[in-house]
């Protein structure tokens, strides 16, 4: 009986115990509390990985290549003409990507079909064709006409669209009022000109009077066109360091419209469309 009477008395003192410890246990727990979780239920956490590599000189060349090849088969630079003893004539005028220059005739006959006038103001009131540009290319020039406006800068309209026989009468005008060799310097020959394209337009300013002038590049707005134009999807045609390889003089004013994605491209690559086409994308080794 004894023995009984001493294991039950022990028996309600280890509960009695339990019992105060839980107690404290629920009246301790709070904001500051913690809680042990066994290591056989404990989350596992996703391994570290170590950061990517830097790419590698071939890795990058590949990209580039794999890009140039993308604008190869989209462009197909081996439609042009790159030699310089020979005149080619260009078989899809109506492209975005056409190359109108000195070595690549459009046909007499070309006409854009959608030509249509820009919204934006021009140096001159007169109903004139040169009002007109190509209905892409007329809606991204507003909208960059609209970009300068907002940064503070006024631009305004000269000359778009000319058509071949237009064109002709200029070319022969400057000729016999300069000498040929003068003006293929700064006039392009019937079939030759981009305005003929219809993706070409001539900007000017209040700061150098309206007129095509080299010292627009230095203007605010000439400026403002230079480092912006490439966003609407235009480029500076005829650069001032590349005269030598346009073969016409800097202007600073005449905007190619080529879509933002190949804009984009010369204008961070600095290339022309003659070293892009012919050089970069293969075109002048008649690679396809």
């Known amino acids: 009986m004894g023995l009984r009477r001493y294991s039950v008395m022990g028996l309600v003192l280890v509960l009695g115990v339990l019992g105060f410890v839980a107690g404290c246990g629920q009246e301790n727990l709070g904001e500051e509390s913690w809680v042990v979780v066994p290591t056989t239920i404990r989350p596992s956490l996703p391994p570290v990985t170590?950061?990517?590599?830097e790419p590698t000189d071939e890795t990058e060349a590949t990209?580039?290549?794999s890009e140039l090849d993308l604008?190869?088969?989209?462009?197909?630079p081996d439609q042009f003409n790159y030699d310089?003893?020979?005149i080619g004539a260009i078989e899809d005028p109506a492209?975005?990507?056409?190359l109108a220059n000195k070595l690549n005739q459009l046909p007499e006959d070309y006409v854009p079909e959608d030509l249509v006038?820009?919204?934006?103001?021009?140096?001159?009131?007169?109903?004139n064709p040169k009002r007109k540009m190509r209905q892409e290319a007329a809606d991204a020039l507003a909208l960059l006409f609209e970009g300068a406006k907002e940064d503070g800068h006024t631009l305004f309209a000269l000359s778009g669209y000319r058509s071949y026989a237009t064109q002709k009468w200029i070319y022969e005008g400057f000729v016999a009022s300069r000498g040929q060799e003068a003006a293929d310097t700064f006039s392009a020959r019937p079939g030759h000109s981009e305005h003929q394209t219809g993706l070409a337009m001539d900007v000017t300013s209040a700061s150098v009077g309206y007129d095509l002038k080299e010292a627009f590049g230095e203007t605010p707005e000439g400026i403002w066109v230079a480092d912006n134009a490439h966003t609407y999807g235009f480029i500076i045609r005829y650069p001032e360091d590349k005269t030598e390889i346009t073969q016409y003089k800097y202007e600073p004013w005449h905007l190619r419209y080529v879509g933002i994605d190949l804009a984009t491209y010369l204008y961070e690559a600095g290339l022309t469309l003659e070293e892009f086409f012919g050089t970069a994308l293969g075109g002048s080794r008649g690679d396809s």
């Open 84 to 86: 310089p003893d020979v």
């Open 95 to 98: 492209s975005i990507y056409v």
């Open 50 to 53: 170590e950061p990517s590599s």
């Open 117 to 127: 006038e820009p919204d934006v103001r021009f140096s001159f009131d007169e109903d």
């Open 63 to 65: 990209e580039v290549k």
């Open 71 to 76: 604008w190869a088969e989209l462009i197909r």
